[in-house]
């Protein structure tokens, strides 16, 4: 059955540091790839996606890589910042069905 | 972007008494909608798939008379968690697929609601 893995449970970083998530899957051929922020009791909310012929994506401070050999996907916050303190899903889809990973809760030190 | 309203978004009620959650989509219509449960410190898990005027889908494991899925309309889905036991406590998230499902417009983006915390005593 397909797994989805993402690296740690929880990252704390000082602020103005990189933080990178990585999100490993096996067996699973997915179209495409998404990461959401979820903050605590609240609904998960869409921040990239990458399709499997795309290689990296940007978007203001966060960039995804998406390596379909090595199955793995890497997402990186750049200059992280306190606001940026939340649990990071990492979600595969073929057609419009997601599975999710169980997410890393970064933290972000002033 | 899109707005998805759900309600309750705090549910306490009884073991043996029945739980309506109400999934609106407020900016577009939506023929599929999804329902996830989320255990602290879990992955989304997805119940079931939500289909504009027909029968829910259900995941494997999912108990499709204990939860029941009506998608009446377009901007509706609800939930009803029937006869709520202890362990039915838990997090439960709807999400909205703006456009057809796989068609041009749809990106796979989800919105997400703001999810309905159940507990059930």
């Known amino acids: 059955s397909q797994k989805i893995e993402q690296n740690s449970e929880a990252l704390n970083i000082q602020e103005g540091k990189t933080a990178t998530l990585t999100c490993n899957y096996t067996n699973y051929s997915p179209a495409y790839l998404q990461w959401y922020r979820q903050d605590p009791g609240r609904g998960p909310v869409f921040l990239l996606l990458i399709r499997e012929n795309e290689k990296e994506k940007r978007k203001e401070r966060l960039k995804v890589t998406f390596d379909t050999t090595l199955k793995q996907s890497l997402f990186h916050i750049t200059a992280s910042q306190p606001a940026d303190s939340a649990t990071y899903l990492c979600?595969?889809?073929?057609?419009?069905?997601?599975?999710f990973g169980a997410g890393t809760t970064v933290t972000v030190r002033a | 972007g899109a707005v998805v309203s759900q309600h309750p978004s705090r549910v306490i009620c009884k073991s043996g008494t029945s739980v309506k959650i109400e999934c609106r989509s407020l900016d577009f219509q939506a023929t599929t909608m999804f329902w996830y449960r989320q255990f602290p410190k879990q992955s989304l898990m997805l119940m079931a798939t939500?289909?504009?005027?027909?029968?829910?889908?259900?995941e494997q494991g999912v108990e499709k008379d204990k939860f029941l899925i009506n998608h009446a309309s377009l901007t509706l889905s609800t939930l009803t968690v029937t006869s709520a036991h202890p362990e039915d406590s838990s997090f439960y998230i709807c999400?909205?697929?703006?456009?057809?499902?796989?068609?041009?417009?749809?990106?796979?983006?989800?919105?997400f609601g703001e999810g309905s915390r159940l507990t059930v005593l």
């Open positions: 999400s909205v697929l703006p456009g057809l499902a796989g068609g041009p417009t749809s990106t796979g983006e989800l919105f």
């Open positions: 979600a595969l889809g073929n057609d419009y069905k997601l599975s």
């Open positions: 939500s289909n504009e005027g027909s029968k829910a889908t259900y």
